[in-house]
């Protein structure tokens, strides 16, 4: 029999300190053990930092004593042995968007630097091996070219990482239970709270624990015995695990399992690091539906609408997503091209998707799903099942659109909560009309309701304020109301995706009961006997640990108050792994806010480089921003307000002829200089230079070409005729060696397609503005941008002819001023192409879409030109932004460097040029690569007569 105290295995969640509560000495022993293990950049000491990572997507907020990267396993061992021999409680994090407060922590925040990215394709794809810092939707990426993908899908699968997704058991969509961590675990490697490790799919490391740990496998097994002898316990946990169950340890591994090694692996899932670290993971992977429909229906009311799902879980049907009326009108502007009536009071949406490897079956099962549909009056089919990709996108972005609908429109000062619940699909209808009630009673009128009806779990989403004493209370009233009607009313899960966290752990035995929480807190001491691994989470004993270190959100500007801090914009960001992330740069802003005025002082001088001069303000964080947050027009906001009256800056704006002819002649002395004392050398001191001088010097790449030459290039006469305006690198920078200049190129490429170039006489002086507009001087980079769209009129004064330029950045530009200049690869793909004949070039070629590129939405247009030029394209998928930003490349060096480090990941050793179309990008691409990177005019003037 399991004992039923309370109190066992207490000690467990104690004995910990966190590292402020050592005495000095202890402190110091610590420290500089640490310092023998780690480098000294990996070791976060200072308050700003340790602000920034202060929180996760929860509304929790612990600040960090310490925060260390650590970047292999190897360390990792070393750093967890450490704090196990002094008793220091550690936080492991990954990409930081839990929801629960489980990634948040005021001793040590262990976090994982870029490095952990090993991967390896196993059994064809029907296995993959992944490491902790892989993002989700990369390993499905690698997957895809063998049809299959891992079971885990997540709404944040863009941005979390596999070791938050093995360790929260995380979900989602279409994954149910049957596809999740724990049932489609293969192998791991396990690093224990004492350092010790095993690699299971490793005979030689298997056989060498079970010798070692024979007493803990021993006793996870004995528990396992006395757990099947109980029918009564036995029979519980089944029970609590048949609706999807992320509260608590995943203790049905004792059930599942006779071998004591299966049962320790599978208890990591689920865990939240509070059990061990896992190092690498091997999941057994699905394969994808070669053919999909999705389709969307209304029904009257919910309980019509949760009728449904029972009868479509005995039809296999991939997903079937719920949205309320309230849910509806929050995304009714997206729901217009399906619906143009106002949605109705008591109305309730199902989209439905169905998959299959084959057509046939899959017609047989739409059949199936029409059937079933038509035998219910008064159901709306907003959208029949359909197989248009488009529809399909666009009907799953009304869905994912729910949670940022409230993130949105909520009042400055409030913080978003979703929550999400499991009920029994017999009592859907019902359990959700009481939380409905509930809503109401506790006067949360903007609370949606949404989630995966086939599995009966369920989101809701509310906000709330945490700055008064009566909206904390408002907050516990409606949780314990919410507890009380899940675990009695309908014996549900409090928890079925996000995990126990700090939110859920005073609710666990309410969830659980006695003998079920004890079994847990037993594994905790056996498995963490010191309590070293992320205390106060899952097991906590303060009934009102839910609401301490609530997260306030203060308003910080406009243009970045709707943030929720989910995460999702930090995987496009190129200062990830350099400074701060958009999130850390808005949060850091909020906490700061609470500070004494001195401490305020440290955190603004820091930020300076931290968050406003380290960040690229490309805008790509706006492209995975579930609320259009574009941070980087907030930083650019920050620069304006420091920016003071430059002479320079204004000299160059209204001489950039002469500025540019100057910079000319010092690129190409510059070059001179670097043949005679070797180009690593200039370099070299050029960095140093940069760094000692505060980045008031700018670093020299080796990679920098000679300035370009001042010729003019004469187009032959056709008939079509085209305006092309020379960016300003272009025009500033020449081409690598053996290249004619890029004009020259362009002139040659559009004359074979029997079209006159028309180069502005006076392009020297034109520009599209964004050099000063980056730097903050708005209002030069607009008296830039309007001479420049005067002289163009002036040479198209009907607006007949069209009008290109040769960098993506620039394109952008003209398109935000609203000046209709196109892009030179766009328009060569669609204009120039289809006159020419290409014979691709037999040799690989690296491909690098730029970020200007993407914001435009014209990845495509490269991508397809890039593999009609060449016969073997490579790109890679971690690169979003390369980080020269402008010049950044040159003041800020170490930006461009982090942003392109995960190309030292390819094999690049049978390429020997690289394609792009922003000449400063080529110019960091070129150094940080070693592959000559150079527009794609070239390689299409190379390969076309």
């Known amino acids: 029999m399991i004992a039923t105290d309370d109190n066992l295995a207490v000690h467990s969640l104690v004995n910990a300190k966190a590292l402020h509560q050592l005495t000095k000495a202890e402190q110091h022993a610590f420290n500089q053990a640490i310092s023998a293990i780690l480098p000294p950049q ?74 952990w990215q090993q991967h390896e394709i196993v059994d064809d794809g029907r296995k993959i091996s992944l490491q902790p810092g892989i993002i989700g939707a990369r390993a499905n990426r690698l997957l895809a070219p063998y049809g299959r993908k891992i079971g885990p899908d997540p709404a944040s699968i863009n941005a979390c990482k596999i070791g938050g997704i093995a360790a929260n058991n995380a979900s989602g969509m279409c994954c149910g239970i049957r596809h999740n961590s724990y049932h489609t675990l293969s192998a791991m490697h396990l690093i224990l709270a004492d350092g010790s490790e095993v690699i299971t799919n490793d005979k030689e490391s298997s056989a060498t624990f079970r010798d070692a740990h024979a007493n803990l496998l021993n006793e996870l097994k004995l528990l396992g015995t006395q757990i099947k002898a109980d029918p009564t316990l036995s029979e519980h946990i089944r029970h609590q695990f048949r609706l999807k169950n992320t509260m608590g340890y995943g203790i049905n591994a004792l059930l599942d399992f006779d071998d004591p090694l299966d049962m320790l692996t599978h208890l990591m899932i689920g865990s939240e690091g509070t059990l061990g670290f896992i190092a690498n993971i ?36 991939s997903a079937v997503e719920l949205m309320d009326t309230r849910a509806l009108r929050a995304v009714q502007h997206l729901l217009s091209p399906f619906i143009g009536a106002p949605v109705e009071d008591g109305q309730v949406a199902l989209l439905i998707e169905i998959g299959t490897e084959d057509p046939a079956s899959l017609d047989t099962l739409r059949q199936s799903l029409n059937t079933l549909l038509s035998a219910s009056s008064g159901i709306q089919p907003l959208c029949e099942l359909t197989s248009d990709p488009l529809t399909i996108d666009t009907l799953w972005s009304i869905r994912k659109g729910l949670f940022p609908a409230v993130g949105a429109v909520r009042e400055a000062g409030t913080t978003v909560i979703i929550e999400d619940i499991a009920l029994p699909l017999e009592q859907l209808a019902e359990g959700l009309s009481e939380l409905t009630q509930l809503f109401e009673q506790h006067d949360y009128p903007e609370a949606i309701i949404f989630g995966h009806a086939l599995d009966g779990n369920v989101h809701f989403v509310f906000t709330q304020r945490f700055d008064t004493e009566s909206e904390i209370k408002r907050y516990q009233a409606m949780m314990d109301a919410v507890v009380e009607l899940i675990t009695v009313r309908f014996d549900g899960t409090l928890k079925a995706e996000h995990g126990t966290g700090r939110n859920m752990a005073p609710f666990l035995s309410q969830q659980w009961g006695p003998a079920s929480v004890n079994v847990m807190r037993k594994i905790k001491s056996l498995l963490d006997p010191a309590g070293i691994l992320n205390p106060g989470v899952i097991l906590n004993d303060n009934p009102d640990a839910h609401l301490l270190h609530l997260k306030a959100l203060p308003p910080v500007d406009d243009k970045v108050d709707a943030c929720i801090e989910c995460g999702f914009c930090e995987p496009s960001c190129p200062s990830k792994a350099l400074t701060l992330t958009p999130r850390h740069r808005i949060a850091l802003q909020r906490r700061a806010k609470s500070l004494p005025s001195s401490a305020q002082q440290e955190v603004n001088k820091a930020f ?56 000319r002649k010092t690129l190409s002395l510059t070059r001179n200089v670097s043949k005679l004392v070797s180009a690593e050398r200039l370099e070299s001191t050029t960095r140093k230079l940069n760094k000692a001088t505060d980045r008031r010097i700018p670093a020299w790449l080796d990679s920098t070409p000679a300035g370009a030459d001042n010729n003019r290039f004469q187009s032959a006469s056709f008939a079509d005729k085209i305006i092309y305006l020379p960016s300003c690198p272009n025009r500033t920078f020449g081409s690598n060696e053996n290249q004619p200049p890029l004009q020259q190129t362009v002139i040659s490429l559009l004359n074979k397609a029997k079209i006159e170039v028309i180069i502005p006489a006076q392009s020297d002086a034109l520009c599209c503005g964004q050099p000063w507009l980056s730097k903050g001087y708005v209002e030069l980079a607009n008296k830039v941008s309007a001479q420049t769209a005067r002289t ?24 935000q001023n609203a000046l209709p200049y196109k892009e030179l690869g766009a328009y060569l793909l669609e204009n120039v192409v289809p006159k020419l004949t290409i014979t691709p070039l037999n040799e690989p070629v690296l491909l690098h879409t730029t970020c200007s590129t993407k914001r435009s939405h014209q990845s495509s247009f490269m991508q397809q030109l890039t593999h009609l030029c060449a016969t073997t394209v490579i790109e890679t998928d971690e690169i979003s932004c390369c980080g020269f930003a402008g010049d950044k490349g040159f003041w800020i060096p170490e930006l461009n460097e982090s942003a392109l480090a995960p190309l030292a990941s390819l094999d690049l050793s049978q390429c020997r040029r690289g394609v792009s179309n922003n000449r400063s990008c080529e110019i960091g691409l070129s150094r940080y690569s070693g592959v000559k990177f150079s527009h794609i005019a070239y390689l299409l003037d190379e390969v076309s007569r």
């Open 792 to 815: 163009i009129s002036q040479l198209n004064p009907d607006s007949k002819t069209a009008i290109i330029t040769d960098a993506s950045s620039c394109a952008l530009q003209f398109a």
């Open 282 to 317: 091997t999941y057994n992977t699905i394969a994808i539906p070669t053919q999909r429909m999705v389709g969307l229906y209304l029904f009257s009311s919910l309980a019509q609408a949760c009728r449904l799902p029972s009868q479509l879980k005995t039809l296999d049907v």
């Open 608 to 663: 300076n480089y931290l968050g406003i001069e380290s960040c690229a303000a490309t805008g790509m964080c706006a492209t995975t921003c579930p609320v259009n947050i574009n941070t980087g027009d907030w930083v650019r906001d920050l620069r304006s307000k420091v920016a003071k009256k430059n002479w320079l800056a204004a000299f160059s704006a209204t001489h950039l002829s002469a500025v540019t002819n100057l910079t």
């Open 42 to 115: 990996n070791i976060v000491r200072d308050l700003t930092r340790r602000l920034a990572f202060s929180t996760d997507a929860s509304f929790y907020q612990l600040t960090p004593a310490l925060i260390l990267q650590v970047a292999t396993p190897e360390q990792m061992q070393r750093v967890i042995a450490l704090a196990h021999m002094h008793s220091v409680a550690i936080t492991f994090r990954a990409a930081g968007t839990s929801l629960s407060g489980q990634a948040v922590s005021d001793s040590v925040l262990i976090m994982l630097t870029s490095d």
